[in-house]
């Protein structure tokens, strides 16, 4: 059975200088978090020359291929025809990253499928997570 879903895009990151490039991106869903998409860059592609990986709501990308949705450390939002806007804010600065909404939309159709949207409460495992939490704790 799947549990985890992953797939490669291309993703336009929009620097200030008129050079737009273009980089391999990650998107990851894992059914035992199922509320979390995982969005990974290469290591080319950061200012620590390492792949780092943001984690955020599931339901956020679903609201943000439709419309402005976010108010944190990530926003996203349709940008004309065809393409979504998705902005990463760190202390270090703002990463605007430009994706075809038609690859995000398969991939949010992937995660409907392995869990559907409004049932991701059946997918956690509390007690692991508590475990882990009262683990961490002491």
């Given at each position: 059975m799947i549990t985890v879903i992953e797939q490669a895009v291309q993703a336009r990151l929009v620097a200030t200088a008129p050079k737009v490039e273009t980089v391999p991106v990650t998107l990851r869903y894992v059914r035992s978090d199922p509320f979390a998409v995982c969005m990974a860059f290469p290591a080319p592609a950061?200012?620590?020359?390492?792949?780092?990986?943001?984690?955020?709501?599931?339901?956020?990308?679903?609201?943000?291929?439709?419309?402005?949705?976010?108010?944190?450390?990530?926003?996203?939002?349709?940008?004309?025809?065809?393409?979504?806007?998705?902005?990463?804010?760190?202390?270090?600065?703002?990463?605007?990253?430009?994706?075809?909404?038609?690859?995000?939309?398969?991939?949010?159709?992937?995660?409907?499928?392995?869990?559907?949207a409004g049932t991701e409460h059946l997918y956690l495992d509390v007690d692991r997570s508590l475990t882990a939490l009262m683990r961490d704790a002491s």
């Amino acid at each position: 059975m799947i549990t985890v879903i992953e797939q490669a895009v291309q993703a336009r990151l929009v620097a200030t200088a008129p050079k737009v490039e273009t980089v391999p991106v990650t998107l990851r869903y894992v059914r035992s978090d199922p509320f979390a998409v995982c969005m990974a860059f290469p290591a080319p592609a950061t200012l620590e020359g390492i792949e780092i990986s943001w984690t955020f709501a599931r339901e956020l990308l679903e609201t943000g291929v439709e419309r402005s949705a976010g108010l944190g450390d990530v926003r996203i939002r349709p940008y004309g025809p065809g393409r979504t806007v998705i902005e990463f804010h760190a202390p270090e600065g703002i990463a605007i990253v430009l994706m075809e909404t038609a690859e995000l939309r398969d991939f949010l159709a992937r995660a409907a499928d392995l869990v559907p949207a409004g049932t991701e409460h059946l997918y956690l495992d509390v007690d692991r997570s508590l475990t882990a939490l009262m683990r961490d704790a002491s």
